[in-house]
T-cell receptor
Framework: QQQVKQSPQSLIVQKGGISIINCAYENTAFDYFPWYQQFPGKGPALLIAIRPDVSEKKEGRFTISFNKSAKQFSLHIMDSQPGDSATYFCAARGTSGSRLTFGEGTQLTVNP | NAGVTQTPKFRVLKTGQSMTLLCAQDMNHEYMYWYRQDPGMGLRLIHYSVGEGTTAKGEVPDGYNVSRLKKQNFLLGLESAAPSQTSVYFC???????????FGPGTRLLVL
């Protein structure tokens, strides 16, 4: 059972555009929501993360929007660049603190 | 610091063969994880460890065994490989007081 659902599976955006990836979760006990970025042939790396006590977090061109009542969160990439082309995973952590549940992943392609 | 390293990088097995994947980290992290990554299914947790000498099952533990005899190493074993275990395997580690998981570069396994 996938507790974190991610969409879309793939996304193509033009350079300078906005990329939006969405995730929905079921478990209200989740208390930490990171996004990981993975380039081809590499392991995932933390991009940005949010806790449910805030509705938005911004780091440079990357923003997480969080809707606790809807149990949804999304990643927005402003002014998307070809170097942003990668696979993005959302994730959620339970209250045990030791495990992450990942979404299915979104393959983002930014065309020049 | 090398971070998280994995050996081997690539391996081909025949059905029924056994092998061990090695993960090593030089960050003195308490927690270590083994994931498998399959297209459209994200990262799924196989087993994890919260400290030397401890192991616990994740989402998809069947067909795998692990050992954490030394703090810096986490071994993943396949006793009798099956084609369904064809995947990319990632190891990760994290400090017990922090949230970020650091991933290795992955091991690509093909079971024929």
């Amino acid at each position: 059972q996938q507790q974190v659902k991610q969409s879309p599976q793939s996304l193509i955006v033009q350079k300078g555009g906005i990329s939006i990836i969405n995730c929905a979760y079921e478990n209200t006990a989740f208390d930490y929501f990171p996004w990981y970025q993975q380039f081809p042939g590499k392991g995932p790396a933390l991009l940005i993360a949010i806790r449910p006590d805030v509705s938005e977090k911004k780091e440079g061109r990357f923003t997480i929007s969080f809707n606790k009542s809807a149990k949804q969160f999304s990643l927005h990439i402003m002014d998307s660049q070809p170097g942003d082309s990668a696979t993005y995973f959302c994730a959620a952590r339970g209250t045990s603190g030791s495990r992450l549940t990942f979404g299915e992943g979104t393959q983002l392609t930014v065309n020049p | 610091n090398a971070g998280v390293t994995q050996t081997p990088k690539f391996r081909v097995l025949k059905t029924g063969q056994s092998m061990t994947l090695l993960c090593a980290q030089d960050m003195n992290h308490e927690y270590m994880y083994w994931y498998r990554q399959d297209p459209g299914m994200g990262l799924r947790l196989i087993h994890y460890s919260v400290g030397e000498g401890t192991t616990a099952k994740g989402e998809v533990p069947d067909g795998y065994n692990v050992s954490r005899l030394k703090k810096q190493n986490f071994l993943l074993g396949l006793e009798s490989a099956a084609p369904s275990q064809t995947s990319v395997y990632f190891c990760a580690s994290k400090q017990d007081t922090q949230e970020t998981q650091y991933f290795g570069p992955g091991t690509r396994l093909l079971v024929l």
